[in-house]
């Protein structure tokens, strides 16, 4: 599919003050001359940002500080998408949660689910809805995990939320079809941002993916409306491998790369 033309217009980029997020949103500047609607809790890092893209690539941004697990969030977040007309989405907010299941505390499986799942499920509902009255074509790509599929001992709420998201983009691509809205997932191993640092693997950075160049295939994801997306050589043998052997087996290999908390 051709790329969707993005040149001049607004692609809202969540999760955009760290991670992926801001690299997908340099990218998009940088690479696409699109204008980023950077969202994210942290408005200190959101407006370095929007610097950042004005000072490097001389592009306009706009900054929404929001939390996505709450309301009132993500109605702002849908106001500004309405406002600016945007034409993208590119939705790379999430949380996760480490360690044996039972050791972690209920509210911060909580907050997971709050901002992963309901709030995630919310913010798409209404960008749906927007996107939908638009003539023009427009899409949306969430940033899943490899996880979903093979199942993450040790991360399980966070990669059973992906799960959920995949699931839901797959019947949602299917609902879509013959309209003007696409919408996919993006399925990233392990990656080289602040999430990772945080995930007690076993050889540090060793293995993650190059933050840049994961942006730069997620961009590309969204601009050619693919329905689903497994970046690097390695994640798709793994990927492949999570279709065709047995699960327990899967998720086996699938907690190699995590320290067995004590
Ligand atoms: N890193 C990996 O190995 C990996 C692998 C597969 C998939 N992923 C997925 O990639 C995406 C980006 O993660 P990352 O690795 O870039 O992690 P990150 O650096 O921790 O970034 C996470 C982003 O999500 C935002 N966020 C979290 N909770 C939020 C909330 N309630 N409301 C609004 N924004 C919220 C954070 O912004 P604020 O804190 O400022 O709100 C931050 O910008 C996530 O969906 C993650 O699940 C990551």
Avoid at 139 to 158: F, N
């Amino acid at each position: 599919m051709a790329r969707l033309p993005i040149a001049e217009s607004w692609v809202v980029v969540t999760g955009a003050s760290s991670g992926l997020g801001r690299a997908a949103a340099l990218c998009l500047a940088g690479s696409y001359k699109a204008k980023p609607i950077l969202v994210g809790r942290r408005m200190d890092r959101l407006l370095d940002l929007q610097s950042e893209i004005e000072l490097r690539f001389g592009i306009a941004s706009e900054v929404v500080s929001a939390d996505q697990s709450t309301e009132e969030g993500r109605s702002r977040i849908a106001a500004k998408i309405e406002e600016l007309d945007a034409t993208a989405a590119l939705l790379a907010a999430g949380l996760t949660s480490v360690g044996r299941f039972d050791a972690n505390n209920i509210s911060d499986y909580h907050s997971l689910i709050e901002t992963n799942v309901l709030g995630f499920t919310d913010l798409l509902a209404r960008i749906v809805s927007i996107f939908k009255l638009r003539r023009s074509e427009t899409a949306i790509l969430a940033i899943s995990s490899l996880g979903a599929e093979t199942s993450l001992p040790y991360q399980a709420v966070y990669g059973a939320s992906k799960a959920y998201m995949n699931t839901l983009i797959q019947a949602l691509s299917i609902e879509l079809r013959g309209t003007s809205v696409s919408v996919g997932a993006f399925l990233p191993g392990g990656i080289d941002t602040a999430m990772a640092a945080q995930s007690d693997l076993r050889w540090g950075r060793m293995g993650l993916m190059d933050v840049d160049r994961c942006a730069a295939s997620a961009v590309e994801a969204l601009l050619r409306r693919r329905y689903m997306t497994v970046p690097g050589l390695g994640n798709r043998v793994a990927y492949l491998a999570s279709r065709t052997l047995p699960r327990s087996l899967i998720g086996r290999a699938a907690s190699f790369p995590y320290r067995r908390p004590q």
